[in-house]
């Protein structure tokens, strides 16, 4: 059974960085798109960064410059480094894998 697990969310100044960890098991992240989205309270999930394979990476406008996306060699991990970040960040950062299958979530608080 394939599980995505989620690490590294917690409460930051803003300006600060955070970076987060989604690990599975039970699958290789080489094999498919594993993306970043996030929730704030009351809105929509939106999708924030994707990669695939070694260098097709990602991230949206709104973050670009400031997170970047990344895996580890042994493919087990994929990574959200978060720098400058902003109030406007604060939500719950979700790990998915090609649109399936969902991590639990890790929530990212960013105060002013």
């Known amino acids: 059974q394939v599980q995505l697990v989620e690490s590294g969310g917690g409460l930051v100044q803003s300006g600060g960085s955070l970076k987060l960890a989604c690990a599975t098991t039970?699958?290789?992240?080489?094999?498919?798109?594993v993306a970043w989205y996030r929730q704030p309270t009351g809105e929509q999930r939106e999708l924030v960064a994707s990669?695939?394979?070694?260098?097709?990476?990602n991230v949206v406008d709104s973050v670009k410059g400031r997170f970047t996306i990344s895996r580890n060699n042994g493919k087990t991990r994929v990574y959200l480094q978060m720098d400058s970040l902003k109030p406007e960040d604060t939500a719950v950062y979700y790990c998915?894998?090609?649109?399936?299958?969902w991590g639990q979530g890790t929530q990212v608080t960013v105060s002013s």
């Open positions: 998915n894998l090609d649109q399936a299958i």
């Open positions: 039970g699958i290789n992240f080489n094999l498919g798109t």
């Open positions: 990669i695939r394979g070694s260098n097709n990476a």
